[in-house]
């Protein structure tokens, strides 16, 4: 496992606060050797956590043309068919995936193909769960097309995440499982899938980027 790019600033932010913190506690709040302990452990798990948002996990992928990965880790909270009005303007297959601050959030792409289009949205910042997200939130959208079927995946900033990264751009080729972007401390993926999908998720599955197939191309 390593850190992402993204996470350098934050996590030395984060470390030199946690030092800052540990010494206040050593000199001026060292009253009490079991509140003291309680202080440290509670300024370590914030820097543990601060860190670890980041982290790239070591995951091989099984490229697979008719397989559609999940972008991201997380909990699916929609499958339905519903209409995509930002580019397809047509009835689509939906799945959300919720990403909550404890997952990895960096976003691989859950098909290869070519970027055709790459849109960013500005927004609210709705909790990430709720349906009114998809189109409230900032956002910013990609779509791949791919032989098989075109597909729109959309990041979506939540309630606490207030920024996201993405690092593709129109006409580049991406292949299954490359990373495209992160959004940072919890949030939501939309994917917009043709009609003729295969859904392979149910609500409430956790998934794995790289891992875990949630659609087939029929």
């Known amino acids: ?9 934050i996590s030395l932010i984060s470390l030199k606060v946690a030092v800052i913190l540990a ?13 003291s302990a309680l202080l440290y452990a509670s300024i370590a798990t914030f820097l543990f956590l601060s860190i670890r948002f980041f982290r790239i996990p070591n995951r091989d ?16 909270v929609v499958i339905e068919e519903t209409m995509e009005n930002e580019y397809f303007k ?9 990403m909550s601050p404890l997952n990895v959030h960096v976003n691989y792409a859950p098909i290869s193909g070519k970027i055709v289009y790459k849109k960013y949205n ?5 909790v990430a769960w709720l349906p009114k997200s998809s189109t409230l939130n900032e956002s910013h959208s990609i779509v791949i097309s791919n032989p098989k079927g075109d597909i729109l995946v ?11 990264v993405c690092n593709a751009s129109e006409n580049q080729e991406i292949t299954q499982g490359n990373e495209f972007g992160l959004i940072k401390f919890g949030s939501r993926l939309d994917v917009y ?6 859904i ?8 794995k980027t790289k891992k875990t197939v949630i659609a087939k191309f029929e």
Do not use: C, T
Request: glycine share 6%; aromatic share 12%.
């Open 200 to 207: 392979e998720v149910e609500l409430e599955q956790k998934v």
């Open 90 to 98: 047509d009835m689509r297959k939906q799945i959300s995936i919720f």
């Open 23 to 35: 010494l206040i506690v050593h000199f001026y709040i060292n009253f009490n050797p079991y509140f």
């Open 1 to 9: 496992m390593k850190i992402h790019k993204e996470g350098y600033l």
């Open 193 to 198: 899938l043709p009609l003729d999908a295969k």
């Open 61 to 76: 992928i099984i490229i697979d043309e008719n397989a559609i990965y999940s972008p991201a880790d997380g909990k699916v």
């Open 154 to 164: 959309k990041q979506i900033a939540g309630a606490v995440a207030r920024r996201i």
């Open 122 to 126: 500005p927004g609210r910042f709705l």
